[in-house]
């Protein structure tokens, strides 16, 4: 398992960007797929994005082409991009990984979570 801190959540106007930024602390990532997930009060916790290790994204239809999910290696940081913001998207953003190249959507297959960021989306 590894720690992550999430940050760079906030309260956006609806059209507006945000940028998450995941970081582990202790030790780098390491073949590891990243990945965000979001709870919305009330709702079951539901995939946004992911990064494999050597690069490949997968992202939900509800996101795609509004979100971006990217890896910045010199800061070991992850990062998603959120733009065109819905309130729609307000929920608690949680990075999580786990090991291995295979990207899934499902929280069950992630050893490591953050403990999440508030994004709020006004209308």
């Known amino acids: 398992q590894v720690q992550l801190v999430e940050s760079g959540g906030g309260l956006v106007q609806a059209g507006g960007s945000l940028r998450l930024s995941c970081v582990p602390s202790g030790r780098p990532f390491s073949r590891n797929v990243i990945a965000w997930f979001r709870q919305a009060p009330g709702q079951e916790r539901e995939f946004v994005a992911a990064?494999?290790?050597?690069?490949?994204?997968a992202y939900a239809n509800s996101v795609k082409g509004r979100f971006t999910i990217s890896r910045e290696n010199p800061k070991n940081t992850v990062y998603l991009q959120m733009n065109s913001l819905k309130p729609e998207d307000t929920a608690v953003y949680y990075c999580?990984?786990?090991?291995?190249?295979?990207?899934?959507?499902?929280?069950?297959?992630?050893?490591?979570w953050g403990p999440g960021t508030q994004v709020t989306v006004s209308s």
């Open positions: 999580a990984a786990a090991g291995g190249t295979i990207i899934r959507t499902t929280t069950d297959w992630y050893d490591s």
């Open positions: 990064l494999g290790w050597l690069g490949g994204t």
